[in-house]
Nanobody
């Protein structure tokens, strides 16, 4: 198991930027597939971005492609989500997720494939 703690959320105006961080403790960070999900009120948790163990590939939801960037620093046990050109529809609680298994592309997009979660950080984008 790995413990995940997110930070960096807050209130920002539309068009602004935020950078979320998720720091892990416990098991070897580099052995985990990592992802960011988000959940808006009344909606299901949805995939935002993912990154492979080696950081060789990244994956994005169509709704954030070109605006968000996921990256990881295995030496710092941290995964980041750089969010630019934020829109009101990006408002949600953002969660960091980690999974030790190697995930296929379809699995990577599904929240039930990840067994380690942070507590979430609120992002609010005002219009």
């Amino acid at each position: 198991q790995v413990r995940l703690v997110e930070s960096g959320g807050g209130l920002v105006q539309a068009g602004g930027s935020l950078r979320l961080s998720c720091t892990a403790s416990g098991r070897t960070f580099s052995s985990y597939e990592l992802a960011w999900f988000r959940q808006a009120p009344g909606k299901e948790r949805e995939f935002v971005a993912g990154i492979m163990k080696s950081a060789s590939r990244t994956f994005y939801a169509d709704s954030v492609k070109g605006r968000f960037t996921i990256s990881r620093d295995n030496a710092q046990n941290t995964v980041y989500l750089e969010m630019n050109s934020l829109k009101p529809e990006d408002t949600a609680v953002y969660y960091c997720a980690a999974e030790e298994r190697v995930l296929l592309l379809g699995q990577r997009l599904s929240s039930n494939q990840y067994h380690n979660w942070g507590q979430g950080t609120q992002v609010t984008v005002s219009s």
